[in-house]
């Protein structure tokens, strides 16, 4: 829960849109429909971190919603889409998220080009996140 909380308050600052304004309620929504993982979750904040510095402008553009959905989406596709077996789909993650799958398509689409298709990160990164979670 506290988690949740922390990741609301970043979400909000870090993409300040008032248009679909990330709340507590739609992150516990789309957590559980999503299964989202405690790994994904910080994986995407990695990613939220990495954007900040290398792509502000694309924050601006992103409502909170929907960076936080496309976020814990890529985030879960880089961890677990391992093919036919364990295969992520985008229709799925926008049932979760209220949206549907042509947006979905368009929010990864525009997440990869905006983080450069920088997905890879180092353990240390995660560590990061964790220490700053933890304090």
Not at 97 to 121: C, H, R
Request: hydrophobic share 40%.
């Amino acid at each position: 829960s506290s988690v949740l909380d922390i990741a609301v308050e970043l979400l909000q600052k870090v993409a300040p849109s008032p248009i679909r304004r990330l709340q507590k309620k739609y992150v516990s929504h789309v957590s559980r429909e999503a299964c989202i993982s405690p790994c994904s979750m910080m994986l995407a904040l990695v990613y939220i971190e990495r954007l900040r510095h290398r792509n502000p402008e694309y924050l601006q553009q992103i409502s909170s919603s929907d960076l936080f959905l496309i976020s814990m989406m890529v985030a879960s596709k880089y961890l677990y889409d391992e093919g036919e077996e364990e295969e992520v789909f985008n229709d799925e993650w926008g049932a979760a998220g209220k949206v549907d799958v042509q947006t979905m398509n368009t929010l990864e689409m525009n997440f990869l080009s905006a983080i450069d298709w920088s997905l890879y990160t180092d353990p240390r990164e995660l560590f990061e996140v964790l220490s700053w979670l933890e304090g």
